[in-house]
C-alpha cells in the first residue's frame, strides 16, 4: 500500500506542477482565456495560480507540509472550477460538454485531495519531513 500511495502522489503532484508550469509557459493564452472568462487582473491571477500549482504539487511529490500543499490546491480548484468552467453558462452544446468535463475532474481533484488529509503524517518515503 505504501507503494501505491507514493506512485499516486507523484501522479497527482507531477499533474499539478505541469500544469502550474503550464500556466507560465502559455503565459499570454492563459491570460487571455482569463481575461475572456471575465477574470479580473488575469495576468495577476494566472501568475498566482501558476505559483500554486506549482508549489502544491511539489508538496504532494515531496510529502513536505501536504496540508499546506492541499490547501494551496484547494484554494486554486474551488474558484477555478466554478468560474472557467461554468458549464451551465454555455450556450453551445460542444463547449458546455467540455466545460461539464473540466468541472468534474477538477471536482475530482479536489476530492482526491481531500482524501489525502486522512491519510497519516508522515507520509511514506517522504523526501522531506
Same mark, same amino acid.
Given at each position: 500500500?505504501?507503494?501505491?500511495?507514493?506512485?499516486?502522489? =507523484?501522479?497527482?503532484? #507531477?499533474? !499539478?506542477?505541469?500544469?502550474? #508550469?503550464?500556466?507560465?509557459?502559455?503565459?499570454?493564452?492563459?491570460?487571455?482565456?482569463?481575461?475572456?472568462? $471575465?477574470? *479580473?487582473? *488575469?495576468?495577476?491571477?494566472?501568475?498566482?495560480?501558476?505559483?500554486?500549482?506549482?508549489?502544491? $504539487?511539489?508538496?504532494?511529490?515531496?510529502? !513536505?507540509?501536504?496540508?499546506?500543499?492541499?490547501?494551496?490546491?484547494?484554494?486554486?480548484?474551488? *474558484?477555478?472550477?466554478?468560474?472557467?468552467?461554468?458549464?451551465?453558462?454555455?450556450?453551445? *452544446?460542444?463547449?458546455?460538454?467540455?466545460?461539464?468535463?473540466?468541472?468534474?475532474?477538477?471536482?475530482?481533484?479536489?476530492?482526491?485531495? #481531500?482524501? #489525502?488529509?486522512?491519510?497519516?503524517?508522515? =507520509?511514506?518515503?517522504?523526501?522531506?519531513?
Amino acid at each position: 500500500m505504501q507503494i501505491a500511495h507514493l506512485v499516486g502522489r =507523484w501522479i497527482l503532484g #507531477l499533474f !499539478f506542477i505541469y500544469n502550474g #508550469l503550464m500556466h507560465f509557459l502559455n503565459f499570454r493564452a492563459m491570460t487571455g482565456y482569463a481575461a475572456s472568462k $471575465g477574470v *479580473p487582473l *488575469p495576468e495577476l491571477a494566472v501568475a498566482v495560480t501558476g505559483i500554486f500549482l506549482v508549489l502544491g $504539487g511539489g508538496s504532494l511529490l515531496l510529502a !513536505f507540509r501536504p496540508e499546506i500543499g492541499i490547501l494551496l490546491l484547494a484554494l486554486f480548484l474551488l *474558484p477555478v472550477t466554478f468560474t472557467m468552467h461554468n458549464f451551465w453558462a454555455v450556450g453551445d *452544446p460542444q463547449a458546455r460538454l467540455g466545460e461539464m468535463i473540466n468541472f468534474s475532474k477538477n471536482m475530482a481533484l479536489l476530492g482526491a485531495l #481531500l482524501a #489525502l488529509l486522512a491519510v497519516p503524517r508522515p =507520509w511514506p518515503f517522504a523526501l522531506l519531513k
